[in-house]
């Protein structure tokens, strides 16, 4: 039985995202999951698929190096809103882009985390 999936450090893009997931979803066995790199639409795509997921405990995220896909205030807020509502994970890592930006920006980035 499989267990684990790890794409670390690899962009599956929207379509691999959306068929990772939906295989995830219908494999009870998998627990854990390293979903690799996302930009901000596919985190907010993300946390719609996950809604529909009741076994994965365990899973982590990376955040693009591409700063015209850093992660929004509305792709933050639908996985924060996923995990409050719909799920059953029990540990999230989520592995941030270093950028420099405003202090607003810092803070919010910082709360997400």
């Not at 691999?16 to 009870?28: D, F, P, Q, Y």
């Not at 790199?37 to 955040?63: F, H, M």
């Not at 509502?85 to 592995?95: A, D, G």
């Not at 930006?101 to 910082?110: G, Y």
Request: hydrophobic content about 40%; glycine content about 6%.
């Amino acid at each position: 039985m499989i267990f684990k999936v790890s794409f670390a450090s690899i962009s599956l893009e929207d379509v691999g995202l959306v068929r990772l997931i939906e295989a995830c979803n219908l494999n009870k066995n998998i627990l854990k999951l390293n979903v690799g790199i996302l930009t901000d639409g596919g985190l907010a795509r993300l946390a719609e698929l996950l809604k529909g997921n009741d076994s994965l405990e365990e899973i982590v995220i990376e955040e693009t190096k591409d700063h015209q896909k850093y992660w929004s205030d509305h792709g933050r807020h639908a996985f924060t809103k996923m995990l409050k509502t719909f799920t059953v994970l029990k540990r999230v890592k989520i592995i941030v882009t270093p950028k420099e930006s405003n202090e607003e920006e810092t803070a919010k980035h910082e709360l997400f985390i």
